[in-house]
């Protein structure tokens, strides 16, 4: 599958503000402990960078006409279901009543990958206005247009459109293809694999900083990679960090190759020797969540391996997992041995570890679905609820499940759905790339697409 369709390079530029340099106005700071009360106060044209709310109703009481013209307009919309054509003229609107929270947020480039960074906000946040930091990776128009930015999102209430978006940026030649952070708290090193076949590591924490800090500089020497992964001879998507072992970090590219790299002192080694065993394109690795040594890998070959890191050579157990692309893997982090895997033919399935066989033939999962309609493009179980996943998909929707729930085929027929709920429309996202639930604010998911960020909680989660 190709994760970078062509159509991100050719876009007009459909940004709004960027800033200049890295001294941009710094917004209000949540207070992460104040009461849960919606907000009245405005905002100036000025904090706000595209930020865009969504679910505010005004009504006006007195303007009857209007009034009738609102309800002639609820009478005219119809229940979307997952894969319908839409008729002329017809368009997707996001129901309201779905959602505890809902913001659209859109940026000069789109952003093929990004990952939520740790703050020091506190766990299990459910009040509002929310904050998040993200690090995300352009793909612009030219390869010297790209950067790396860290991105914090701050006044995200409920349903007002007074959030505030916040950037500092670090040049990054040539697109990203995927960026991940450190699951270690407060250590904010991140990696990104560029278009270039180059993989950069990057310290994060001067540019969180600076966004925390009103006024403060940055030096520009902090501004340029820590270090840079030559090993690969061709680019790639596939990356991770162990969140076992801190420093480890393993990437993939589209000549099958695996390479490991460690932490050594104040810098990093990166093997010159890889892991081989796949047949075509690695798409997507994952740590174990519980063994040192032990990782997954998917890749275009139709399969999934899982690998012991003291041997190169040859996998430990493999199975055929799809009859297409295995685009994206998830390993469960509260039960070891289930891992999901999403496939270019919009399956995704649920697979018990301890049934894997050292023979690479069709191996029977727990679970299959087949909701979306289009090749799946990321996958992430809830980090907070063991049963609880979400999936994207080139058909314009994310699918949250709760593998906890038993399954009454009437209720899905009656409500035309699986599980539990879907997003997708207008004010969902075209062209979804990637999700991610957020650690730190329970039912919280991030997602990138090729028109911007979303950033929703839905009522069901």
Avoid at 91 to 111: F, G, K, R
Avoid at 134 to 141: E, F, K, N, P
Avoid at 352 to 365: E, G, H
Avoid at 388 to 414: K, M, N, T
Wanted: hydrophobic share 35%.
């Amino acid at each position: 599958m190709a994760k970078r369709g062509q159509d991100l390079l050719d876009l007009p530029d459909k940004s709004s503000i960027k800033p200049e340099n890295n001294e941009e106005e710094i917004g209000e700071f949540e207070d992460a402990w104040e009461d849960e009360l919606e907000s009245e106060e405005e905002v100036s044209e000025e904090e706000i960078i595209n930020g865009d709310s969504v679910g505010m109703e005004i009504e006006d009481d007195d303007d009857e006409e209007n009034a009738a013209g609102g309800d002639q307009l609820q009478q005219n919309l119809k229940v979307y279901l997952p894969g319908q054509r839409l008729g002329k003229d017809e368009v997707l609107e996001a129901d309201q009543s779905a959602y505890e929270m809902l913001h659209s947020i859109n940026v000069q480039w789109p952003c093929l990958s990004f990952d939520i960074l740790w703050d020091e906000l506190g766990e299990e946040r459910r009040k509002y206005p929310a904050t998040a930091y993200i690090v995300a990776g352009t793909q612009a128009d030219k390869p010297k247009n790209n950067e790396l930015m860290v991105i914090k999102m701050t006044q995200m209430h409920k349903t007002q459109n007074d959030d505030i978006l916040e950037y500092k940026r670090l040049k990054h030649y040539g697109g990203v293809n995927r960026v991940r952070v450190t699951p270690q708290r407060e250590i904010h090193i991140a990696a990104s694999w560029s278009e270039t076949g180059k993989v950069h590591i990057w310290d994060l924490n001067p540019l969180i900083s600076s966004l925390d800090t009103p006024g403060k500089m940055i030096n520009e020497k902090l501004l340029k990679p820590k270090y840079t992964i030559e090993s690969h001879n061709t680019e790639g998507f596939a990356m991770d960090w162990s969140g076992r072992v801190t420093g480890r970090l393993l990437t993939g590219d589209n000549n099958s190759n695996i390479f490991l790299t460690t932490s050594a002192q104040s810098t990093f080694k990166a093997d010159n020797v890889p892991y081989r065993g796949h047949t075509s394109s690695v798409e997507d690795l994952q740590w174990s969540p519980s063994e040192n040594n032990v990782f997954a890998s998917a890749s275009a070959d139709q399969t999934v391996r899982i690998w012991d890191t003291r041997n190169k050579k040859k996998e430990a157990l493999g199975i055929k997992a799809h009859e297409a692309d295995v685009n994206v893997i998830t390993w469960n982090r509260k039960v070891e041995y289930l891992l999901a895997s999403g496939s270019d033919d919009g399956v995704f399935s649920i697979w018990d570890l301890r049934t894997f066989v050292n023979n690479n033939q069709k191996s029977t999962p727990v679970a299959t679905f087949k909701w979306h309609s289009a090749p799946i493009t990321s996958i992430e179980w809830n980090p907070n609820e063991e049963s609880v996943l979400s999936v994207s998909g080139a058909d314009d929707q994310i699918s949250i499940w709760d593998l906890s729930v038993e399954h009454d085929p009437e209720e899905d027929i009656r409500l035309g759905r699986s599980k539990i709920y879907t997003e997708n429309g207008t004010e969902g996202q075209n062209d979804i790339k990637e999700l991610h639930w957020h650690p730190q604010i329970p039912g919280c998911i991030i997602s990138t697409a090729l028109t911007g960020f979303n950033v929703f909680k839905t009522i069901s989660v």
